[in-house]
């Protein structure tokens, strides 16, 4: 998406040094917005960040970021202001997925994921919030956008936990949606559910259910993917990206506590 939809807004895109996330972080500068990328990977998000702003003219900049940690969300959100000027999208992205099966489930795992993709979500919420509302130090609201997964919608092997977090995910951005309406927060928020993407932990994935016996090898992992997707192909980023662009956008202004699809309709 080209057209200049964002122009004089910021975003702060967590996890966005690489894959879906840096995909975000450059449609939503093609789009006019400035963008902070926070990640644990720095120096690759400033290379991201440098990239972006050198393709698309936007201003940009990055920061290490910790989204399981509430004084680094303060910390990042403050930056972000103080950078750009305000905060007006934040794109809950980063995100946690280990592989097992039900059987082989590991304590540590599970809880691992729930700190990642369910309280750095719900700390992500919390802190957009507090700085886009009335009175905030950027206070003009805004829209958050928080990344789930399809994984959230259907029953698939090997990532129950992961599909739990992410169904997590999903109705805390409902409440979420709820609350910052009643309150008078100015906030939308949203949630979309991306299909399986061949990025660095998409592939891993696929690696993952070939080791675990349950596909022969990985072009049956990814044909069984695409079999149940009635658009016949995996994601790409940039279909994520350009969902997001929409839900932070005007022409979204009416949708809150919704649950977009990016799949394909492998849902269905």
């Known amino acids: 998406m080209s057209v200049k939809r964002l122009e004089g807004r910021t975003a702060f895109v967590t996890g966005g040094a690489r894959g879906i996330g840096a995909a975000i972080a450059r449609a939503l500068a093609a789009s006019g917005a400035s963008v902070m990328i926070g990640d644990l990977l720095e120096d690759l998000a400033r290379e991201t960040a440098a990239r972006i702003s050198a393709e698309t003219g936007a201003r940009t900049a990055a920061i290490r970021h910790d989204v399981t940690d509430d004084a680094q969300w303060e910390r990042a959100v403050a930056q972000t202001v103080s950078t750009f000027g305000g905060l007006d999208v934040l794109v809950n992205n980063a995100g946690l997925e280990i592989t097992s099966l039900v059987a082989d489930l590991a304590a540590e795992d599970i809880r691992r994921m729930c700190e990642v993709n369910v309280v750095g979500s719900g700390l992500g919420m919390k802190h957009a919030f507090r700085a886009m509302r009335p009175g905030g130090i950027a206070g003009k609201g805004g829209a958050v956008i928080n990344i789930s997964s399809v994984a959230a919608t259907i029953a698939f092997p090997a990532i129950s936990a992961y599909s739990g977090t992410k169904s997590a995910v999903d109705r805390m951005t409902r409440v979420a ?3 910052a309406g009643k309150l008078g927060y100015g906030v939308r928020v949203n949630c979309l559910y991306p299909g399986l993407i061949p990025t660095d932990m998409g592939v891993a994935l696929a ?3 070939v080791r675990l016996g349950l596909a022969p090898d990985m072009d049956a ?20 990206a350009d969902a997001a662009v929409f839900l932070a956008s005007d022409e979204a202004r009416f949708i809150t506590g919704v649950g977009l699809p990016v799949e394909g309709g492998m849902g269905t």
């Not at 992992?221 to 994520?240: F, H, K, M, N, S």
Request: negative net charge; without cysteine; charged residues 20%.
């Open 177 to 179: 949606a709820v609350e």
């Open 207 to 209: 690696q993952d259910i």
């Open 221 to 240: 992992a990814v044909g069984g993917v695409i079999a149940q997707t009635p658009l016949g192909r995996l994601a790409e980023v940039g279909d994520v």
